[in-house]
């Protein structure tokens, strides 16, 4: 096992300095960064301590790890509902990988172990792994064919567990140096390479993410197999024939799976929205690695389209709950918002990828929008409690039967608790980034990197109170004067841009300006990409301050949405807030915030394990006790951060607030 593990380790490096063509930014590795930060830290150490257990437990109690001792023996009937239920293993030992890596704990090191040893025995001898096929062979679930991959283009996830394993193999592998799960993993794609391909079974997977999978089983062994079939699989895409193109359903049409066209052709996001932006990930990484101009191409069409018209306020994507998918342009519905948080993170892995190609703040501006508000909302503060979709509104006389007003511990599809899992330990990994002697400070979150930059070992520790307060401190470690270019985003909230477009924007202007300087000077940094550029020579304990105004701005959306006329929305920082029953005398729906009302904020630090919160005096619509009168008092009015409402129970949220009354209906309960 050393003697393997010991090859893979040179293979890796040789891989590393052989490649020529990749991302012309690279990001930080996780590992290299230590947090000490009050926001994140105990969200990432209460998803190793509850969520990542918590989800252990709830594969083994559901029936998860039962499918794979089953197919081991290949007796007994498959006990869960969906055959991507393997999958939620995957993920789960993707997130402990993460957490080990940053966190080592023997206990979770040997479960992990025991997981993997599992899912070797259930490994078919060709490589084939699929526990719904595997138990029994004969008595097939609907889900798929009688022959292996029959039915991949629609229903089976056969290609998309493979992915997952992948995307887990390589995590573990990294994180451990073990290669016990990265066996199974290859001896997978060996066979998937051998199958499929332009003059072999020619079928695009029918959900994304084995192209992300693969991609990283390149980068780890260097075999030009698993590129060329992952670019094989996006290629593929909009060459079946067997769907109705003149169709304007996007499961007749093939848009449902970003297969009705090729995709350099299409020029929005469409359908599924998970699926979505895992291909749309893959497709990045292939125009990074291939230098493909056409894939680029496509990719920057795709995110012009979806942030400038299909996009929440929150970050959130996939606004149709039939088919978790993207509505047409300006079809943003808050009653019927569907938000999957899936979506949300898949949505982080495309930006963060924009940006390694682009080196544009605007990307990361996107991402963090996603990270601490359509992403974080997902999971509950208790960190074993999930929401699958993300609401921008919940009324309970018009509740939407599909709307989730309250967290659930666990889903028959629990597809987004696992991914969570996965996501919160690598965030570490968002946080900087490399090109050369440039150095990249995207998000603020307080911790110490280490960094090789011009064959210098340099530190740098950020140190905020992020994100309640916008004044941030950098200060550089360095044995050795050092030179090179710091270069720190200016979020684009910060100076009145409320996104990257104008599907949202502030509705006032703001004179507040971002300060810089340099051990207590303050220096006229030039701007370019969205990045402040402080070019300099840098010595032992400079120290760089930042200050971002931070003030509760109200935000409006392009009269194309329909659904927001005459409403404001609210943001303070990279945080959106909404108002949660709770603290508004019990409803949300009946409140008007008039343009003149005064917003103020205040700390709480006694609810949602402490928050900024927003103050006002609103009106409230009230009913007459015998229900022949309507009239509108003065009460006080409090919004919360976004991401924590729906954790002190259930009751009406809203996100959008009308500014005035502007019609009236009469609704019979």
Same mark, same amino acid.
């Given at each position: 096992? *050393?003697?393997?593990?010991?090859?893979?380790?040179?293979?890796?490096?040789?891989?590393?300095?052989?490649?020529?063509?990749?991302?012309?930014?690279?990001?930080?590795?996780?590992?290299?960064?230590?947090?000490?930060?009050?926001?994140?830290?105990?969200?990432?150490?209460?998803?190793?301590?509850?969520?990542?257990?918590?989800?252990?437990?709830?594969?083994?109690?559901?029936?998860?790890?039962?499918?794979?001792?089953?197919?081991?023996?290949?007796?007994?009937?498959?006990?869960?509902?969906?055959?991507?239920? =393997?999958? =939620?293993?995957?993920?789960?030992?993707?997130?402990?990988?993460?957490?080990?890596?940053?966190?080592?704990?023997?206990?979770?090191?040997?479960?992990?172990?025991?997981?993997?040893?599992?899912?070797?025995?259930?490994?078919?001898?060709?490589?084939?792994?699929?526990?719904?096929?595997?138990?029994?062979?004969?008595?097939?679930?609907?889900?798929?064919?009688?022959?292996?991959?029959?039915?991949?283009?629609?229903?089976?996830?056969?290609?998309?567990?493979?992915?997952?394993?992948?995307?887990?193999?390589?995590?573990?592998?990294?994180?451990?140096?073990?290669?016990?799960?990265?066996?199974?993993?290859?001896?997978?794609?060996?066979?998937?390479?051998?199958?499929?391909?332009?003059?072999?079974?020619?079928?695009?997977?029918?959900?994304?993410?084995?192209?992300?999978?693969?991609?990283?089983?390149?980068?780890?062994?260097?075999?030009?197999?698993?590129?060329?079939?992952?670019?094989?699989?996006?290629?593929?895409?909009?060459?079946?024939?067997?769907?109705?193109?003149?169709?304007?359903?996007?499961?007749?049409?093939?848009?449902?799976?970003?297969?009705?066209?090729?995709?350099?052709?299409?020029?929005?996001? /469409?359908?599924?929205?998970?699926?979505?932006?895992?291909?749309?990930?893959?497709?990045?990484?292939?125009?990074?690695?291939?230098?493909?101009? /056409?894939?680029?191409?496509?990719?920057?069409?795709?995110?012009?389209?979806?942030?400038?018209?299909?996009?929440?306020?929150?970050?959130?994507?996939?606004?149709?709950? =039939?088919?978790?998918?993207?509505?047409?342009?300006?079809?943003?519905?808050?009653?019927?918002?569907?938000?999957?948080?899936?979506?949300?993170?898949?949505?982080?892995?495309?930006?963060?990828?924009?940006?390694?190609?682009?080196?544009?703040?605007?990307?990361?501006?996107?991402?963090?929008?996603?990270?601490?508000?359509?992403?974080?909302?997902?999971?509950?503060?208790?960190?074993?409690?999930?929401?699958?979709?993300?609401?921008?509104?919940?009324?309970?006389?018009?509740?939407?039967?599909?709307?989730?007003?309250?967290?659930?511990?666990?889903?028959?599809?629990?597809?987004?608790?696992?991914?969570?899992?996965?996501?919160?330990?690598?965030?570490?990994?968002?946080?900087?980034?490399?090109?050369?002697?440039?150095?990249?400070?995207?998000?603020?979150?307080?911790?110490?990197?280490?960094?090789?930059?011009?064959?210098?070992?340099?530190?740098?520790?950020?140190?905020?109170?992020?994100?309640?307060?916008?004044?941030?401190?950098?200060?550089?470690?360095?044995?050795?004067?050092?030179?090179?270019?710091?270069?720190?985003?200016?979020?684009?909230?910060?100076?009145?841009?409320?996104?990257?477009?104008?599907?949202?924007?502030?509705?006032?202007?703001?004179?507040?300006?971002?300060?810089?300087?340099?051990?207590?000077?303050?220096? =006229?940094?030039?701007?370019? &990409?969205?990045?402040?550029?402080?070019?300099?020579?840098?010595?032992?304990?400079?120290?760089? *301050?930042?200050?971002?105004?931070? /003030?509760?701005?109200?935000?409006?959306?392009?009269?194309?949405?329909?659904?927001?006329?005459?409403?404001?929305?609210?943001?303070?920082?990279?945080?959106?807030?909404?108002?949660?029953?709770?603290? &508004?005398?019990?409803?949300?729906?009946?409140?008007?915030?008039?343009?003149?009302?005064?917003?103020?904020?205040?700390?709480?630090?006694?609810?949602?394990?402490?928050?900024?919160?927003?103050?006002?005096?609103?009106?409230?619509?009230?009913?007459?006790?015998?229900?022949?009168?309507?009239?509108?008092?003065?009460?006080?009015?409090?919004?919360?951060?976004?991401?924590?409402?729906?954790?002190?129970?259930?009751?009406?949220?809203?996100?959008?607030?009308?500014?005035?009354?502007?019609?009236?209906?009469?609704?019979?309960?």
């Amino acid at each position: 096992m *050393k003697l393997l593990i010991l090859f893979f380790s040179f293979k890796l490096l040789l891989v590393v300095n052989a490649q020529q063509k990749d991302y012309p930014i690279q990001a930080l590795d996780f590992t290299k960064v230590t947090l000490h930060d009050h926001f994140w830290t105990p969200r990432i150490e209460t998803n190793r301590l509850v969520t990542i257990p918590t989800s252990f437990a709830r594969c083994e109690s559901t029936g998860r790890v039962k499918n794979f001792l089953m197919a081991a023996s290949k007796t007994g009937k498959y006990c869960t509902r969906y055959p991507f239920d =393997d999958t =939620d293993i995957y993920k789960t030992i993707e997130g402990a990988s993460f957490s080990l890596a940053m966190h080592y704990d023997a206990k979770l090191d040997a479960y992990v172990d025991s997981m993997i040893q599992i899912i070797a025995n259930a490994q078919e001898p060709d490589g084939y792994l699929y526990t719904a096929r595997t138990i029994d062979k004969i008595n097939v679930n609907p889900y798929f064919g009688k022959e292996r991959w029959a039915k991949e283009r629609e229903s089976s996830h056969e290609l998309y567990n493979a992915g997952h394993l992948y995307e887990a193999a390589a995590a573990h592998y990294l994180a451990t140096k073990k290669t016990a799960l990265l066996n199974i993993a290859l001896k997978n794609a060996d066979l998937v390479c051998s199958v499929f391909g332009a003059d072999k079974l020619q079928v695009a997977p029918g959900h994304e993410i084995i192209e992300m999978g693969l991609i990283k089983l390149y980068r780890i062994t260097g075999k030009l197999a698993y590129l060329n079939t992952a670019k094989f699989f996006i290629e593929e895409r909009g060459n079946f024939k067997g769907y109705d193109a003149k169709s304007k359903d996007p499961f007749k049409n093939g848009a449902y799976w970003q297969d009705d066209i090729p995709v350099k052709q299409q020029q929005e996001a /469409e359908g599924h929205a998970v699926r979505a932006g895992y291909l749309y990930s893959a497709m990045a990484d292939i125009a990074a690695l291939t230098e493909d101009k /056409e894939m680029l191409a496509a990719v920057d069409r795709i995110w012009n389209n979806e942030t400038s018209k299909k996009m929440y306020v929150q970050g959130g994507v996939g606004a149709i709950g =039939d088919g978790e998918r993207f509505g047409a342009n300006y079809e943003l519905p808050n009653t019927t918002a569907y938000n999957e948080t899936c979506a949300a993170i898949a949505n982080i892995y495309f930006n963060q990828r924009m940006f390694l190609l682009h080196g544009d703040a605007k990307y990361i501006d996107i991402l963090e929008k996603v990270l601490y508000n359509g992403f974080l909302s997902g999971v509950g503060l208790d960190g074993k409690t999930f929401f699958y979709t993300n609401a921008m509104q919940i009324q309970h006389f018009l509740q939407h039967p599909d709307m989730e007003a309250e967290r659930s511990g666990w889903f028959e599809c629990s597809c987004c608790p696992t991914n969570i899992a996965r996501l919160m330990p690598s965030i570490p990994g968002y946080i900087y980034a490399q090109k050369k002697d440039i150095v990249y400070a995207n998000l603020f979150i307080s911790g110490t990197a280490s960094l090789l930059v011009n064959n210098q070992k340099i530190q740098i520790k950020q140190e905020n109170n992020y994100p309640w307060d916008g004044n941030l401190n950098f200060t550089i470690l360095t044995d050795q004067a050092t030179a090179f270019s710091m270069q720190i985003r200016i979020p684009g909230w910060s100076i009145n841009q409320a996104i990257p477009n104008n599907l949202y924007h502030f509705s006032n202007h703001s004179n507040s300006m971002v300060s810089i300087s340099v051990n207590g000077k303050s220096v =006229d940094y030039q701007k370019q &990409n969205g990045y402040a550029i402080l070019n300099r020579v840098w010595n032992k304990n400079d120290v760089i *301050k930042v200050i971002l105004p931070m /003030e509760a701005r109200r935000v409006i959306s392009d009269s194309l949405l329909k659904d927001n006329i005459g409403k404001t929305s609210l943001q303070r920082g990279p945080l959106m807030y909404c108002a949660e029953w709770i603290d &508004n005398a019990g409803k949300t729906s009946n409140i008007i915030l008039s343009k003149s009302a005064t917003i103020s904020t205040s700390i709480n630090p006694n609810i949602l394990n402490g928050v900024t919160v927003l103050n006002s005096q609103a009106s409230q619509i009230e009913i007459s006790s015998n229900g022949l009168e309507v009239k509108t008092i003065t009460k006080p009015f409090t919004a919360i951060p976004y991401y924590a409402w729906a954790n002190r129970g259930k009751g009406e949220m809203t996100v959008w607030i009308p500014e005035k009354i502007t019609a009236t209906d009469i609704i019979s309960k």
